[in-house]
């Protein structure tokens, strides 16, 4: 009887995570703009952890919804100032991915933005 009360109640606490983790995934609202032509996200959020200048890469830090994809190209900015141009090569670990600096000399902070 202590067995199944104990499974029972293990199977309640599974599926209140469950139901917790669906409704925070479930979009809030509609969009401001619905029927006019979406606008690509500028600015994804990433922003520069490591920089490797004789390697000639970086490690970017994104939160897990706005992961940029292999072989895009991402613009990094300090103060508003285009400062570099990157592009993502991976490998991907978590919220971190690594990519290859083009042109300029990227520092620790920088914020990236698609092209």
Same mark, same amino acid.
């Given at each position: 009887?202590?067995?199944?009360?104990?499974?029972?109640?293990?199977?309640?606490?599974?599926?209140?995570?469950?139901?917790?983790?669906? %409704?925070?995934?479930?979009?809030? $609202?509609?969009? &401001?703009?619905?029927?006019? @032509?979406?606008?690509?996200? +500028?600015? /994804?959020?990433?922003?520069?952890?490591?920089?490797?200048?004789? %390697?000639?890469?970086?490690?970017? $830090?994104?939160? &897990?919804?706005?992961?940029? @994809?292999?072989?895009?190209? +991402?613009? /990094?900015?300090?103060?508003?100032?285009?400062?570099?141009?990157?592009?993502?090569?991976?490998?991907?670990?978590?919220?971190?991915?690594?990519?290859?600096?083009?042109?300029?000399?990227?520092?620790?902070?920088?914020?990236?933005?698609?092209?």
């Amino acid at each position: 009887m202590r067995v199944l009360l104990a499974v029972m109640l293990l199977f309640a606490l599974v599926l209140s995570g469950c139901a917790r983790k669906k %409704a925070a995934q479930a979009p809030t $609202s509609a969009s &401001p703009h619905a029927g006019t @032509a979406a606008a690509p996200n +500028l600015a /994804l959020g990433g922003v520069v952890s490591r920089v490797e200048p004789v %390697a000639r890469f970086v490690v970017l $830090s994104f939160p &897990p919804d706005q992961m940029p @994809a292999i072989d895009q190209h +991402l613009t /990094l900015y300090r103060h508003a100032a285009k400062v570099a141009e990157v592009k993502v090569s991976g490998p991907q670990r978590d919220n971190n991915i690594v990519a290859d600096i083009l042109k300029g000399e990227p520092e620790v902070g920088d914020e990236a933005r698609a092209e």
